[in-house]
């Protein structure tokens, strides 16, 4: 059976507006699979989270947008918490509450809540206006991705896009631009290598709300932009780091932890931290060590940026730290 293209399911969801079919016989996402099954098609989710969660391509509507928009395109509305299956809480996506589909520039004419009128690009089941209505992409829509279940013709369906393939320089190293929403191997290869700088990430494959904190994070130490997405300077960074391992070890001297964060960080870095004997252990850790090694050979201003970090996300009080590194020849 042959995929309806986006064209038509958007026709046909455009009809149901004009017929003004209610909120209470579809709802967002049974508009959708409506629309789909009278084209001649198969769709069957379980709300609008399901929904996000199975479109290949999901990406911010604003970077959709710089590639194109194709006409029956999923739009989302993303809100962090809401009520929203139990089943999706852990995996970093959070709340899909609403879906609806890109209709094509001035697709319909249609009134707002105030009954002010307005032309629209979009086409959804609205719950605020208690019908099939017209909705433009100003109105809250956040995200964008492909159904499989609808025919886009050439458009390039698969996550990020052909626009968001970078290629490290040096390297020629090829890269997915990655951000908050991704899935898939690349993202798996994201957490792995901020794992080796010490971030504790599940490697899942999903890029959620600690993954953006870890690249965040490493983008600060970098001096990079600090925005959360991982495009080409910051794949760069994170492989010129890998190139550069193995090289030698460096030490971070922190000074003023008391014992129970001192104890914290010793689990946190098993074999690559250690107390100086003869210094006032437990009672205090004048010299906490990192392996460079282990944190993936940043450059010594990094290392101390990533222990700083690190005790501070740990709850410990506010403490005062040596600058200098000394290199450790032969270790």
Partial sequence: MAKPTGAQVVAQALKYAQEKRSYQEMDCQAMIEAAVRACGGKMDYAGSNAMARAVTGLTSLSEAEKAGLQVGMALFIHEDGGTYPEKYHGDGLDNFSHVGLYAGENALTDVDKKGRERTCNVVHSSSSMGRVAGSTLANGWTHAGYFKEIDYGDADTSAGGTA??????????????LRKGSKGTEVRTLQELLNTMAYGLEVDGIFGKATEAAVRGFQ???????????????????????????????TVTIQGLDAATAAYLLECYPGAAKAEEGLGCPQALPEFSLCRKRVCCLQPDQLVAAAHRHCIGSGAVLFLFATSLRKQEGK
């Fill in 164 to 177: 968001d393939i970078q290629q490290t320089q040096g390297t020629g190293a090829q890269h997915t631009t």
């Fill in 220 to 250: 600060q130490i970098s001096g990079l932009e600090v925005d959360g997405i991982v495009g080409a300077k910051t794949w760069a960074a994170l492989d010129s780091t890998q190139e550069s391992a193995g090289s030698g070890t460096y």
